[in-house]
Nanobody, 124 residues
């Protein structure tokens, strides 16, 4: 069974940085795109970023472009989300997800395995 485990969340002041990690197991991770999504309290889940298996394709939500960077290390089966210049509106639970292909799409329906999430809280 595919396992995705997020880590790196926490409390940070506005303008600060965090790096999230997503460790995958029981899957040939180098074959699939992996994405990050987030869900703020009382809001729907939204796309944040995604990366193709070979890191050639990287897509970002407009709200995080220029501030967040997604990367991956297939040898470590880990995907990272470097978050800089954090804002209060970035506060959410962040989930990583494995896409059932290598489209690197922003559409959540394409992602078939999800982690348990990690909380990111940005104080104003």
């Amino acid at each position: 069974q595919v396992q995705l485990v997020e880590s790196g969340g926490g409390l940070v002041q506005a303008g600060g940085s965090l790096r999230l990690s997503c460790a995958a197991s029981n899957v040939p991770v180098s074959t699939y795109a992996i994405g990050w999504f987030r869900q703020a309290e009382g809001k729907e889940r939204e796309f944040v970023a995604t990366i193709s298996w070979n890191s050639v394709v990287r897509n970002y939500a407009d709200s995080v472009k220029g501030r967040f960077t997604i990367s991956r290390d297939n040898a470590k089966a880990t995907v990272y989300l470097q978050m800089n210049a954090l804002k209060a509106e970035d506060t959410a639970v962040y989930y990583c997800a494995l896409e059932n292909s290598d489209w690197a799409t922003s559409r959540a329906f394409a992602y078939t395995a999800w982690g348990q999430g990690t909380q990111v809280t940005v104080s104003p």
